[in-house]
């Protein structure tokens, strides 16, 4: 063989039938009800963007208070101007609490399987969509009663739910215990259940996807990490969205039938009895972080799957330690259905029963460590390219570093005696929320983006956006952690008449300071995106001179994805290949290409 | 791609995570945003426990961060002519990445099982020296009286102001009337929820004379961050003469006081 001969990859563009004439009903079957993968895909990534810009701002306000407690707030002031342009401290509970809410339930689990997972998943395995469609169109559907239920809250009597993210009962089952215990908690039930139902019917659908359609060739240990990852991530919300969704069940039903689940005998809250007890509050925190541990992993193994082979591109380096890295996933994976507890150390559970958890919570950290050494094993030896994607995955590496790391004292379940609730809790998750899985969103977007719109983004402003980015989120976040050291506890609408917090207002400035700054910054990434949707340099099929499938497919891709079937010869990451004139190897290069390659120099 | 300046500047931007991290925590300290005085007797176990973790940590941390900005610098694609290292991993690499972390970990997880042990598990075998009832929002307090029982005639009944003798066992039943709330005491090292129908026994000996602050550090309601009391530590003297005190005054109100006792007694 001295020739190379692709026949399955052409290397003329795709050719794209314009359609003249379209009616209204090709226009909604198109874009609005379609059941075309990539098109759910990116309806999933407007939305939870658009939820992003929302949270963020919530951030703000509650950043506000917290800097300078009852004082006039500034723009969003006028919004509640019976206080007087400052805030109630039932404004601030319903603010955090909506924050994480929106943050979580409405941003990172759609933006992650919703949006990465659905553009992603059929064009990383070669398939033409997913297994289901409809049942996939019908996904990112339930989630818009899921945005009204959660948004038209704001507006009800009392105001949206106020009992923080974890809706502990009783606050959130006896309707006198706060102003957002009315119809604020129903809704908030109800949005969780739809959202959990978007979450289940996108699970199913990956799984089955996964399984059935890879493209001939496609073994399971040739599946990218990002593939594994969602894999991994969609047996992790099948198994335990069950357990969220009958606890929200009994919540609701605790609240509109008085069933008692999370009440116990002769309950009163501001003089409103329950009428039936023979319920235990702490039932509900196992309920919840059964599903919601879990779910912080449903939270960052997409962006780790993602920040692995984004890692690989631009290191031209294999992904150190293949195996590893999935079995890790699946150790983390399995790991996380038992250790629910270490969020529970000190509510009253059996301080023995909390041993086994601590136990199990340090065990943890071992696959996150085991992963994070294969990541700098990725980069050693690697050729880097400091492109802006490669930033904000590198910037992942280093800043999950800190949030395992955090973890350990709170495993730890004497220091967390003293840390539980305070705001090293608060540094923690947002070293691995924020730090970690939205910077890793955002490598995955300038990553990505050619491919689901054909353009470049503007690397410059990409990496004004991150430098800018990645300074203030540290401002603003790792100072959490010495506030933490001090006690300061998260929650509280203004701390600083406690003796021993009445020093700590200046340090929280500074990170507000720093946070607006965050928001800012991101108004340079939207224009970036807007712009470069429409204007960016055109991409061609591979910019990045990657190896997956997804970059042998036109950008963007057309319905049904691949203009030929892809034969899958090696596995995801064949990057600088000795001898080999390429310095990557697609896996859909002939198996021979390598040999060939050499044979031609010869 | 990119000039070679441009990478060097990344690389130090990585490097500063690792410096200015250290040098927040080392500044800390002197502006007093640090652990807060500790004034209990199983303050010290837990506090060391925590410079223990973070000088591990803080050696993963700096090491860890250290290499990101090492290979970021060596291997910049627009500084080094040397192709990528093919190579997909080491088998010896991983056994020892795998092994010392989990060593590490277990040690860690046995070596501090004793102090929680101490703090929640071994209570003291005494009476309760006082009954603490979280509500919205504020923290009612129930003193046995003369007869050094609970739930009889003679209790004392405060609120928010708690004191309790120094160097001796203290013991708290803590229970809510409402919701969910958390009794934290900062100084002493201690946080417990109170949860409505759990009766939960909470320890402690405090080793210094002062005043200090209770937090609750449960969310419990739109009035959570002003749910604020005082703990007062003294002597075995002072803390009698309060107590008689408080006892006399509580006499010459008895009507409103019988009202709280019997709000009181009624919480599960
Ligand atoms: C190295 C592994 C990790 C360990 C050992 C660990 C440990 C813990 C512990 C013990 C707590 C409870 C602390 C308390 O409330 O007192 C906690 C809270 C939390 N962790 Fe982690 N964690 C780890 C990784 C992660 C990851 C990867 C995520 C998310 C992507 C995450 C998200 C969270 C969140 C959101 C909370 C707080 C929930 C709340 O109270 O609102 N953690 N973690
Ligand atoms: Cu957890
Ligand atoms: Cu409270």
């Not at chain 1, 003329?12 to 895909?41: C, E, M, N, W």
Request: net charge neutral.
């Amino acid at each position: 063989m001295s020739t190379v001969q692709a026949p399955h990859a052409p290397s003329s563009p795709a050719v794209v039938t314009p359609r003249t004439g379209q009616s209204l009903s090709t226009f909604l079957s198109t874009y609005v009800f379609s059941k075309d993968h990539k098109v759910i895909g990116l309806q999933f990534l407007f939305s939870t963007l658009l939820w992003f810009l929302i949270g963020g701002l919530l951030a703000l306000a509650v950043r506000w208070q917290i800097a300078w407690p009852w004082s006039q707030v500034p723009v969003l002031g006028k919004l509640f101007a019976q206080e007087g342009g400052q805030m109630s401290p039932e404004f601030y509970t319903m603010l955090f609490t909506m924050h994480a809410t929106v943050m979580i339930f409405l941003v990172i689990i759609p933006i992650l399987a919703g949006a990465f997972g659905n553009f992603l998943i059929p064009l990383m395995i070669g398939a033409d969509d997913m297994a289901f469609p409809t049942l996939n169109m019908l996904s990112y559907w339930f989630m818009w009663p899921a945005f009204i239920a959660f948004g038209a809250s704001f507006f009800v009597e009392g105001g949206a739910a106020s009992s923080g993210w974890t809706s502990y009962p009783p606050l959130t089952t006896n309707v006198a215990s706060s102003p957002g215990s009315g119809w604020g908690q129903t809704l908030w039930l109800l949005g969780l259940t739809l959202v959990g139902v978007s979450s289940m019917l996108g699970s199913v659908n990956y799984m089955t996807t996964i399984i059935l359609m890879r493209a001939p060739g496609m073994t399971m240990f040739r599946l990218p990490m990002t593939i594994w990852a969602m894999f991994i991530t969609a047996i992790l919300q099948a198994f335990a969205l069950p357990v969220l969704t009958a606890a929200g069940f009994m919540q609701l039903t605790d609240r509109l039938l008085g069933t008692g689940f999370f009440t116990p005998e002769g309950n009163v809250v501001n003089n409103l009895a329950t009428s039936t007890g023979g319920g235990h509050p702490l039932l509900w925190q196992h309920l919840f972080w059964f599903y919601s541990h879990p779910a912080v992993y449903i939270m960052i193994l997409p962006a780790m799957g993602m920040v692995s082979d984004i890692l690989t591109t631009f290191a031209r380096k294999p992904l150190f330690g293949y195996r590893p890295m999935v079995y890790s996933i699946a150790g983390i994976a399995g790991l996380g259905f038992i250790v629910w507890g270490h969020h529970m150390f000190i509510s009253g559970m059996n301080p023995a029963l909390g041993i086994t958890f601590m136990v199990s919570t340090m065990m943890i950290a071992l696959p996150s460590a085991v992963k994070t050494f294969n990541w700098l094993g990725t980069l050693w030896g690697g050729r880097i390219q400091f492109t802006t994607a490669m930033l904000f995955a590198v910037s992942f590496v280093s800043m999950f570093i800190i949030g395992g790391l955090s973890g350990i004292f709170m495993a730890a379940t004497p220091v967390d005696i003293f840390i539980h609730d305070t705001y090293f809790i608060v540094a923690h998750f947002h070293y691995v929320l924020f730090a970690g899985t939205a910077m890793g969103v955002w490598a995955g977007i300038y990553y990505w983006f050619p491919k689901m719109f054909g353009r470049l983004m503007n690397e410059t402003w990409g990496k004004v956006h991150f430098f800018l980015t990645f300074l203030f989120l540290n401002g603003t976040f790792f100072t959490m952690h010495i506030l933490g050291a001090v006690g300061f506890p998260r929650r509280l609408a203004d701390a600083y008449h406690y003796e021993t917090f009445h020093h700590l207002q200046p340090l929280n400035a500074f990170m507000t300071w720093c946070a607006i700054g965050m928001v800012a910054t991101q108004i340079i990434f939207a224009v970036n995106f807007v712009w470069s949707m429409f204007y960016g340099p055109v991409a061609g099929r591979n910019p990045w001179n990657a190896n997956t499938l997804e970059w042998t497919a036109p950008s963007p891709p057309g319905h049904g994805n691949f203009d030929f079937q892809p034969v899958v010869h090696r596995g995801p990451y064949e990057f600088s290949v000795p001898g080999c004139e390429k310095d990557h190897l697609m896996q859909t290069d002939p198996p021979d290409a390598h040999s060939a390659a050499l044979a031609a120099a010869h | 791609m990119g000039n070679r300046w441009s990478g060097m500047f990344w690389s130090l931007l990585f490097l500063a995570v690792p410096v200015l991290g250290v040098a927040t925590f080392a500044v800390a300290p002197s502006y007093d945003i640090w652990l807060p005085k500790d004034v209990s007797e199983h303050g010290r176990s837990i506090d060391s426990l925590f410079y223990f973790i973070l000088g591990l940590t803080g050696i993963v941390f700096i090491v860890t961060e250290v290499l990101v900005f090492w290979f970021l610098w060596k291997y910049d694609g627009a500084r080094t002519k040397a192709p990528a290292t093919f190579i997909h991993g080491s088998h010896a690499l991983e056994v020892v990445w795998t092994i010392i972390p989990a060593a590490t970990l277990l040690f860690l997880a046995i070596y501090q099982m004793n102090t929680w042990a101490d703090v929640k598990m071994r209570r003291p075998r005494i009476a309760p020296t006082v009954e603490v009832v979280a509500r919205q929002f504020e923290w009612r307090l129930r003193y046995p009286g003369r007869d050094g029982e609970l739930g009889t005639p003679d209790d004392i009944f405060l609120v928010n102001d708690l004191h309790v003798p120094v160097d001796e066992d203290i013991l708290v039943q803590l229970k809510s009337m409402d919701v969910l709330h958390s009794f934290f005491l900062p100084n002493l090292r201690i946080k417990q929820d109170a949860v409505p129908g759990m009766k939960i026994p909470v320890w402690f000996k405090a080793t210094e004379i002062g005043q200090y602050d209770i937090v609750c550090a449960e969310l419990c309601g739109w009035g959570h961050y002003k749910m604020k009391g005082r703990i007062t530590v003294e002597s075995r003297e002072d803390f009698d003469r309060w107590l008689a005190e408080m006892e006399a005054r509580q006499e010459a109100t008895q009507p409103e006081a019988d009202a709280t006792a019997a709000e009181v007694a009624a919480v599960p």
